[in-house]
Nanobody, 115 residues
Framework: QVQLVESGGGSVLPGGSLRLSCAAS????????MSWYRQAPGKQRERVAT???????NYPDSVKGRFTISRDNAKNTVDLQMNSLKPEDTAVYYC?????????WGQGTQVTVSS
């Protein structure tokens, strides 16, 4: 069983920055990949960042150059640094991992970008 707990959400002005953190209840060394997703009201959940065990990262065009995912294997955390935030980034952000063919999600953290 894997528990994921997100933190760091909040409200920010357009152009601002936030850093989200996801803490896992187990060692993340065994995870091939970890991701962040988001879901805005009335929209489907979408992936915004993935980091592999090798450190390779991947982003969709909508956040590329603005978001950075990182992992700390010693602390069992995965962070998402979000810069140049836009109103369309407003959503609930979730941490995700697939382990032994099971999907695990955190409870989500709200990010609101508004003037």
């Amino acid at each position: 069983q894997v528990q994921l707990v997100e933190s760091g959400g909040g409200s920010v002005l357009p152009g601002g920055s936030l850093r989200l953190s996801c803490a896992a209840s187990v060692s993340i060394l065994g995870f091939d990949a970890m991701s962040w997703y988001r879901q805005a009201p009335g929209k489907q959940r979408e992936r915004v960042a993935t980091i592999l065990a090798t450190g390779i990262t991947n982003y969709p065009d909508s956040v590329k150059g603005r978001f950075t995912i990182s992992r700390d294997n010693a602390k069992n955390t995965v962070d998402l640094q979000m810069n140049s935030l836009k109103p369309e980034d407003t959503a609930v952000y979730y941490c995700y991992v697939n382990s032994r063919s099971r999907n695990y999600w955190g409870q989500g953290t709200q990010v609101t970008v508004s003037s």
